[in-house]
């Protein structure tokens, strides 16, 4: 992000921010979540099911693909991380093990790809239509053992484009 930054210049970055921070916002709500806070250039939200919080994730990825294709100059690369668990809720925050185990697999994932812990999988399963690919264990800094990993799968969304007219030279002649 910083680099991006640096090369829209700070007036552009900030108004591609609050476009990310808007899209992440709409997704996690319309999908029943809750945006607990900002973090710059990411969020922690929370949800009452892992399948609605699956698909937010692949909400985000579609939403930030289909902003990159209407502006090429802007790309949103987002890394996610889901985890599951009993946290704490105090002051407007939330802290535990799950909120520190999806801030890695967000920092492990690449741009456009979503990391959920196996747990989110599996309490997942059967409800949102959501594909799961295995994604090994991963050691993760400050856990003392190893995660295993699930790769959520997403496609892009289908996007409103125009026809492309057929080339009138390829046209049956009369």
Not at 93 to 101: A, L, N, S
Not at 139 to 164: F, H, M, Q, S
């Amino acid at each position: 992000s910083t680099e991006l930054r640096v090369r829209l210049g700070e007036e552009q970055a900030d108004a591609l921010r609050r476009d990310h921070d808007e899209l992440l916002r709409v997704a996690v709500t319309e999908h029943g979540g809750t945006v607990v806070k900002g973090l710059g250039d990411g969020i922690i939200a929370m949800f009452d099911s892992a399948s609605d919080a699956v698909s937010a994730a692949v909400a985000v990825q579609q939403a930030a693909y289909a902003h990159a294709r209407a502006n090429p100059d802007q790309p949103l690369d987002i890394r996610i991380g889901l985890s599951g668990g009993d946290v704490t809720v105090e002051g407007g925050d939330v802290f535990g093990t799950p909120v520190i185990e999806a801030s890695r697999l967000c920092a492990a994932a690449t741009g456009g790809q979503i990391l959920a812990a196996e747990l989110v999988r599996l309490l997942a399963r059967g409800r949102g239509g959501h594909v799961f690919t295995a994604g090994g264990e991963r050691e993760l800094k400050g856990l003392p053992e190893p995660v295993p990993v699930a790769i959520v799968g997403w496609e892009p969304p289908e996007l409103a484009t125009a026809a492309v007219p057929f080339p009138a030279r390829l046209s049956p002649a009369a």
